[in-house]
């Protein structure tokens, strides 16, 4: 099993930076991909970015290269997701999600709100 909580979502101003937690545990969590996911009012949720715990197999989506960064500190099981110039269409809920060797996406966080004022 393995449990995951995200946390650092908010309110911010466009063009603010934010950075999102995911902490993992469980005694397998190392065996997972870590993967962040985003959902929109009304749409549906999509994916945003990856890496393993080795720091290996990062990957990002489009509309966030260049913008967002996944890292990781694995003395604390933590994945972090760093917001840089956040616009609008950035608001969303954002969830964290182990991934297994096989591709499957095993785990989930509960979300965070992350909300974008113009």
């Known amino acids: 099993q393995v449990q995951l909580a995200e946390s650092g979502g908010g309110l911010v101003q466009v063009g603010d930076s934010l950075r999102l937690s995911c902490d993992a545990s469980?005694?397998?969590?190392?065996?997972?991909?870590m993967a962040w996911f985003r959902q929109a009012p009304g749409k549906e949720r999509k994916f945003v970015a990856q890496m393993a715990w080795s720091g290996e197999g990062i990957s990002y989506a489009d509309s966030v290269k260049g913008r967002f960064t996944i890292s990781r500190d694995n003395a604390k099981n933590t994945v972090y997701l760093q917001m840089n110039s956040r616009k609008p269409e950035d608001t969303a809920v954002y969830s964290c999600a182990a991934r297994s060797l096989f591709g499957v996406l095993a785990y989930w966080g509960q979300g965070t709100q992350v909300t974008v004022s113009s």
């Open positions: 469980g005694r397998t969590v190392s065996n997972y991909r």
